[in-house]
């Protein structure tokens, strides 16, 4: 994917099989899988919000949940860019029970400091003992279960099992809600744990049924995050970013759930309705244009590593460019269509729901900041393809520093609750993206002959002219 024009260098630098360049570009790896997580999980929150509407303000499940999945968010959405770069560095050049082992190790390492961060969330509230217990474990089994699947973006059939994940994450609070009617109030975290348990099985077996030497543990993976920093920044200001203007209004919202657990529930209701409405841009995105993309961006870089005519060159970038622009109409469309249609009717829509159509407001605002957040995705996930991880870094800083900015002028100042913030941070970031995304694009020949193989070659930086001169002259 975006290590093509990363790492191809070092394998022809470093490694002397050539069958191993061909192993290594043939892997099947999803780069949106980082981001498809966050919106899963926020998909997830949304329904769980919905099937607690009715006992939000008594039952202290739902705080529970919502905590439970934010703080698995921060853990795995942190590691998940890390974990998907050594996936893709790794995976087709160490033997597969190596490559399992350092995931397992990572899974250790995770689970041990989940454990911490679920005491933290769980023990100091004047909860029944055992309740926290299983409280904790829950977390810990959903924080590795969040960690597999990006395990399985390298799967053949990753796009099928992130609905067979979904689907299951959807049956954990509904198996709790049916252990709590048919078990008291005890038998809800019960029944969640041993679900939750459950999922976190049946991926493991998909994730390694064909390993052996399981027994050993490395921490290869872990090392191997902690050498890029500023993929773990990016995965947290992704996450982190997104979830500041909920946790601000968590923070200062009265208690819904009880006094322990503030949460805004009608701020979640109208947020992560519209969310989930914008969602399936997203996943045309994930499922089609990004395989897609990934075909003609390989034509156009294979014509520069196998030294092309310029004529020939410039054929493959326009067949890029037709089919990125191709995708991106679709994508917008889709987008369009959705937010129109769902701000048209949304009084018929929370009414069919049951819900309070007080917070429609909130809905059509928060539906046109997810639009603008899933546009500013797609083009941070483009520029990281093509190995901008630093910019890419700045414009999560930006949206990060102006979504907690605005939340907290919006809650403190004129203490009022609403999407506005999140959709103004998502258009200052889009706009800052989209500016160097058509930079890029102007200069995409230029940029790929200063990195590898070409300016490998020639041991220096040379100027944009003399470049296209050597490409159309063939003298490389």
């Not at 999980?41 to 949940?65: M, P, Q, R, W």
């Not at 509230?125 to 990006?150: D, E, V």
């Amino acid at each position: 994917m975006r290590e093509i024009t990363f790492h191809l260098s070092a394998i022809e630098k470093h490694v002397t099989d050539p069958q191993l360049e061909k192993k290594y570009l043939e892997t099947p790896i999803y780069i949106t899988s980082p981001w498809l997580l966050l919106f899963l999980c926020f998909a997830l929150a949304g329904f769980i919000s919905y099937i607690f509407k009715s006992e939000t303000e008594v039952d202290i499940n739902y705080g529970t949940l919502m905590y439970a999945f934010t703080g698995a968010l921060f853990i795995s959405g942190t590691l998940s860019i890390p974990l998907m770069r050594y996936i893709m560095f790794q995976k087709a050049s160490i033997q597969p029970h190596l490559f399992r082992a350092s995931l397992i190790g990572q899974l250790s390492l995770v689970a041990v400091f989940s454990f911490f961060i679920g005491a933290a969330i769980f023990l100091p509230f004047g909860l029944p003992l055992s309740y926290k217990i299983f409280a904790i474990i829950f977390f810990i089994l959903l924080t590795c279960s969040l960690l597999l699947f990006m395990v399985q973006s390298s799967l053949k059939y990753f796009p099928l099992l992130s609905v067979f994940f979904f689907t299951l994450s959807v049956l954990v609070p509904v198996a709790g809600m049916a252990g709590k009617a048919l078990f008291g109030p005890p038998g809800f975290i019960l029944s969640l744990t041993i679900a939750q348990m459950i999922v976190f099985f049946v991926q493991w077996f998909l994730s390694f049924h064909d390993a052996t030497h399981l027994y050993r543990v490395n921490l290869t993976s872990f090392r191997f995050a902690v050498k890029d920093p500023i993929a773990i920044a990016i995965g947290f200001l992704c996450t982190f970013g997104f979830l500041s203007d909920k946790i601000m209004y968590w923070i200062t919202a009265p208690g819904t759930a009880s006094a322990m657990y503030p949460i805004a529930h009608d701020y979640n209701i109208g947020f992560f309705l519209a969310f989930c409405i914008t969602l399936p841009a997203f996943v045309y995105f994930f499922v089609f244009g990004e395989k897609s993309i990934s075909k003609y961006y390989r034509r156009f870089y294979n014509q520069i590593w196998h030294r092309a005519p310029f004529e020939q060159i410039e054929e493959e970038q326009k067949a890029f460019y037709h089919h990125l622009l191709t995708v991106s109409y679709i994508t917008m469309q889709i987008l369009l269509f959705l937010v129109f249609i769902s701000s048209y009717f949304a009084t018929q829509i929370f009414s069919t729901l049951g819900l309070s159509l007080d917070d429609i407001v909130t809905f059509r605002i928060a539906a046109w900041g997810s639009a603008l957040y899933i546009i500013f995705t797609c083009i941070s996930i483009l520029l990281y393809y093509m190995d901008f991880q630093k910019p890419v870094l700045i414009f999560y800083i930006i949206f990060f520093a102006c979504n907690i900015t605005i939340s907290a002028v919006s809650t403190f100042v004129f203490n009022n609750h609403s999407a506005y913030s999140f959709s103004i941070a998502s258009a200052i970031a889009l706009t800052s993206a989209l500016v160097f995304l058509v930079y890029c694009l102007r200069n995409i020949l230029y940029i790929h002959f200063q990195r590898v193989p070409l300016s490998y070659q020639l041991r220096k930086s040379i100027s944009h002219d003399k470049g296209i001169y050597l490409l159309k002259r063939d003298n490389l």
